[in-house]
């Protein structure tokens, strides 16, 4: 068994270290021998990721790849993509992580509008990613597994770790520039690519994640997401890099092993979507569900007559979640509460300190409490938001109304405890003698 007992918190006051690849260079410096990235062939540590992260980010730079420049990742969940994603913040370049359930024309379509410089694949998603490579110019590739990967000329990742380590100059860098560029699922519309700053994720850490987990040296985080969504690198892997703990990345959800994979790598701590909880709580019971070292989970939203008994039925404390998106990674939690006011565990919560939250009609009036409306947030500092949808300025301009991002997401506010509570997605509810009504409570 594997346990470490060393952790260092990141405060970052200072806005110049809000870069992701500062917080690894801080980690590597204060931090350097814990464990930092785990799976089933490898333990990194912050000190190994920081060295290595360097040396790809010279090949990278090798290849010509400098600020602005995108990269995109069509491939699983491996230490390699956190690390090269870490390499190309340190040369001012953007990763694109393309959801791999993609394929031909979606895949193709992505592809496009991302404009990438480059795409990283793996062995298992090469060859379908060989399919729509014909119809995507001058699109150079970079395989995990060279041959492996069944394109011929790719070039091999080794041959990235063949450089001497760059040096990152984060005076040249800005809290605000964009980092990644996280794709939307598309439900209710074309797909957009969100622009995501280095201090969207920092700042929705430090007021969220960070303040609902309560980590102590030793603590690892199980992270079973795919890399592509917003949720695995917000709960986990920044986390973790912010936090200074470990985080083992899973390649692939299971329900049936979930446990077992917990108990594996002597994880403490995870966070899963709620139909994830839902599949858990239907495999069928061992005597042993209770006998496994998670101490806390969170899983959004849980169902609420569910909460009990996950938590009996595997020993875990779970934790109250709240709302964020692609676009505001942090927009209600139950972290800002006053502690005399009692709320329901699946209650949204309440805006942050440095975000003015509130529900608005389609006309742009505040609606009484009670009432659903409109999700609607104007920052209070810099860099809450988004930068935008990528090549996209007519969708980001849709997205307000004046100094207010619109969500998408209807709420209702109590009038009692003033606690925001989800009712819909605004384009999935049904309009009815002259009300809203959510598709959800139907």
């Known amino acids: 068994e594997w346990k470490d007992d060393t952790m260092y918190e990141l405060e970052l006051h200072d806005t110049a270290d809000r870069h992701l690849g500062r917080l690894l260079q801080l980690q590597a410096t204060h931090n350097g021998a814990t464990v930092f990235l785990i799976?089933?062939?490898?333990?990194?540590?912050?000190?190994?990721?920081?060295?290595?992260?360097?040396?790809?980010?010279?090949?990278?730079?090798?290849?010509?790849?400098?600020?602005?420049?995108?990269?995109?990742?069509?491939?699983?969940?491996?230490?390699?993509?956190?690390?090269?994603?870490?390499?190309?913040?340190?040369?001012?370049?953007?990763?694109?992580?393309?959801?791999?359930?993609?394929?031909?024309?979606?895949?193709?379509?992505?592809?496009?509008?991302?404009?990438?410089?480059?795409?990283?694949?793996?062995?298992?998603?090469?060859?379908?990613?060989?399919?729509?490579?014909?119809?995507?110019?001058?699109?150079?590739?970079?395989?995990?597994?060279?041959s492996d990967a069944g394109?011929?000329?790719?070039?091999?990742?080794?041959?990235?770790?063949?450089?001497?380590?760059?040096?990152?100059?984060?005076?040249?860098?800005?809290?605000?520039?964009?980092?990644?560029?996280?794709?939307?699922?598309?439900?209710?519309?074309?797909?957009?690519?969100?622009?995501?700053?280095?201090?969207?994720?920092?700042?929705?850490?430090?007021?969220?994640?960070?303040?609902?987990?309560?980590?102590?040296?030793?603590?690892?985080?199980?992270?079973?997401?795919?890399?592509?969504?917003?949720?695995?690198?917000?709960?986990?892997?920044?986390?973790?890099?912010?936090?200074?703990?470990?985080?083992?990345?899973?390649?692939?959800?299971s329900a049936s092993r979930f446990m077992e994979r917990i108990k594996h790598f002597n994880a403490t701590q995870t966070f899963a979507v709620g139909a994830m909880s839902v599949f858990l709580m239907n495999t069928p019971e061992k005597a042993?569900?209770?006998?496994?070292?998670?101490?806390?989970?969170?899983?959004?939203?849980?169902?609420?007559?569910?909460?009990?008994?996950?938590?009996?039925?595997?020993?875990?404390?779970?934790?109250?979640?709240?709302?964020?998106?692609?676009?505001?990674?942090?927009?209600?939690n139950q972290e800002h509460c006053d502690p005399s006011i009692d709320i329901p565990v699946y209650a949204l919560g309440f805006g942050p300190p440095d975000a003015d939250v509130r529900l608005f009609d389609d006309e742009g009036r505040e609606v009484p409490d009670g009432q659903p409306g409109e999700i609607c947030i104007r920052p209070l500092a810099p860099h809450i938001l988004f930068n935008g949808y990528f090549g996209d300025p007519q969708a980001t301009a849709a997205a307000y109304r004046g100094d207010w991002f619109l969500t998408g997401d209807l709420a209702r506010k109590d009038p009692q405890t003033g606690a925001f509570f989800f009712v819909d997605r605004k384009k999935d509810a049904v309009r009815f003698a002259g009300r809203n009504i959510s598709t959800l409570e139907v």
Not at 48 to 59: K, P, Q, T, V, W
Not at 155 to 166: G, I, K, S, V
Not at 179 to 185: D, M
Not at 289 to 297: I, Y
């Open 39 to 146: 799976n089933d062939e490898q333990r990194i540590t912050f000190a190994e990721a920081e060295d290595i992260s360097n040396r790809l980010a010279s090949g990278f730079q090798s290849l010509g790849i400098g600020r602005g420049d995108r990269v995109c990742f069509f491939m699983g969940n491996l230490p390699e993509m956190v690390l090269m994603c870490l390499a190309l913040n340190k040369l001012g370049a953007i990763w694109v992580p393309i959801c791999t359930d993609y394929k031909g024309e979606w895949l193709l379509q992505t592809l496009q509008r991302s404009e990438p410089a480059l795409i990283v694949t793996d062995s298992e998603h090469g060859q379908r990613l060989g399919e729509v490579l014909e119809h995507v110019t001058r699109l150079r590739v970079i395989a995990l597994g060279g």
């Open 288 to 332: 042993d569900d209770a006998d496994n070292p998670l101490r806390e989970a969170c899983l959004a939203p849980i169902p609420p007559d569910k909460w009990q008994a996950f938590q009996r039925r595997f020993d875990v404390k779970l934790l109250k979640s709240g709302m964020g998106q692609s676009e505001c990674l942090l927009t209600l």
């Open 151 to 253: 394109l011929p000329a790719a070039l091999d990742y080794q041959r990235l770790l063949d450089h001497p380590p760059f040096q990152a100059d984060y005076a040249q860098h800005h809290y605000g520039d964009t980092c990644a560029i996280l794709w939307t699922s598309g439900t209710t519309g074309r797909s957009k690519g969100v622009m995501q700053a280095h201090n969207n994720w920092i700042r929705s850490t430090l007021l969220g994640t960070k303040l609902m987990y309560h980590s102590q040296p030793g603590d690892i985080i199980y992270c079973a997401l795919p890399l592509y969504n917003s949720g695995a690198w917000l709960t986990c892997i920044i986390r973790a890099l912010m936090i200074g703990i470990g985080c083992v990345v899973e390649q692939k959800f």
